[in-house]
């Protein structure tokens, strides 16, 4: 049978070829053994033939899978040869990453010329990272009662849709994106360090892939801020409230705001009643709250939360750690009727004290989309 190695795959020698080569040779013995009466002719015989039977696998090569965007229909293909098998329709099933669950429903592959299966998926798959499972079950064609299965699992990406900020191959990087800050809490007036750093694209973190462990020369990235050097750590120089979502007892806080480029000619955001947003960070305690900058059919400008989130006024907390995973943030809002939204601001709030323990931590953003 078909041995699995480490990287998922299944190895797929063909010992069934090599024993065919073999047959020359072989014969040649089988004379050489029975002419000197060594070796009984039967023997040998079953024990060739055994070899042949049990060696034999299908193999799967030239796996790929077409270009992919969100809910939008695409095309998984391989070469599939039988070698001395009877092989059952090729499946294929599906699951996200990088931590996999169930494989979604499998499905038959379709038989083409020249040992090429192919499936349509009509119903596209989400925005995100995924794992294709090419199964082949088959039995032995000499010995039918010998069974196995091989597989191929490659991996890909579903392209985020036009509404979506991926971060991914873009010019500039960015996306247009910029960073305010920092300030003391909500006076937008006031701020508190001047050393906040331009937003910076990094291609070593990318949803949904592990905490700086993307690969750097896939062109995906997300754009990041460091909690930057100078905040003042003594409460008493703040003049801020309590911070949004944050302990009861705690008075002072600083924020730091990624602000979206105008929305207001992106036609896919002014229908908008929900968005996601992807983030993570190494630093403990944080808090996010993204806001909507509206202007009104009046002509005012006005400001709106998250009608569901987590915490108070709009805020979600961050779970910080050393190895910290991805959160997705799903946030609904109400708008005035005939609103058009101009800006995204997510904001990000955070204790003096972490100016001490946290300095220069990561804080990553990435998957910025309307409704996805």
Wanted: charged share 20%; aromatic share 12%.
């Amino acid at each position: 049978m078909a041995k699995a190695d480490k990287s998922g795959y299944v190895k797929q020698g063909r010992p069934c070829l090599l024993v065919l080569l073999m047959v020359p040779s072989v014969v040649f013995a089988e004379s050489k053994f029975l002419y000197e009466g060594s070796i009984p002719l039967k023997i040998i015989l079953a024990s060739f033939i055994l070899f042949l039977a049990v060696g034999c696998a299908p193999t799967i090569r030239n796996e790929m899978v077409s270009e992919a965007l969100h809910q939008q229909p695409f095309t998984v293909s391989a070469e599939i040869k039988p070698y001395l098998t009877i092989p059952r329709t090729p499946e294929v099933s599906f699951r996200p990453l990088p931590q996999p669950g169930g494989w979604l429903l499998a499905r038959d592959m379709q038989e083409g010329t020249a040992n090429q299966y192919s499936y349509l998926q009509e119903q596209g798959l989400d925005y995100g990272y995924y794992e294709a499972l090419i199964s082949v079950d088959y039995r032995q064609a000499l010995l039918p009662f010998v069974a196995g299965t091989v597989q191929r699992t490659p991996e890909f990406w579903v392209e985020g849709p036009a509404d979506c900020f991926t971060f991914d191959d873009a010019s500039p990087a960015t996306q247009s994106w910029t960073l305010e800050g920092v300030f003391d809490g909500d006076l937008v007036d006031r701020k508190v360090s001047e050393n906040l750093g331009p937003l910076a694209w990094m291609d070593s973190t990318n949803w949904p892939e592990a905490y700086k462990a993307s690969n750097p020369s896939d062109l995906r990235g997300s754009v990041r801020f460091k909690i930057p050097t100078g905040i003042p750590t003594d409460p008493d120089l703040y003049e801020s409230d309590e911070m949004p979502g944050g302990e009861p007892d705690q008075q002072a806080y600083w924020r730091v705001s990624y602000l979206s480029p105008d929305l207001s000619a992106m036609a896919e955001w002014q229908s908008l009643t929900k968005l996601t947003m992807r983030f993570v960070s190494n630093a403990e305690g944080l808090h996010l709250q993204p806001v909507l900058r509206v202007r009104e059919s009046n002509g005012e400008s006005s400001s709106h939360h998250a009608i569901n989130a987590l915490g108070p006024n709009g805020t979600y907390p961050i779970d910080g750690a050393a190895q910290p995973t991805w959160q997705m943030i799903e946030a609904d809002f109400q708008l005035p009727a005939e609103a058009i939204i101009e800006y995204l601001e997510i904001r990000v709030y955070g204790r003096p004290d972490m100016a001490v323990f946290f300095v220069g931590a990561d804080s990553f953003l990435d998957g910025v989309c309307v409704g996805h």
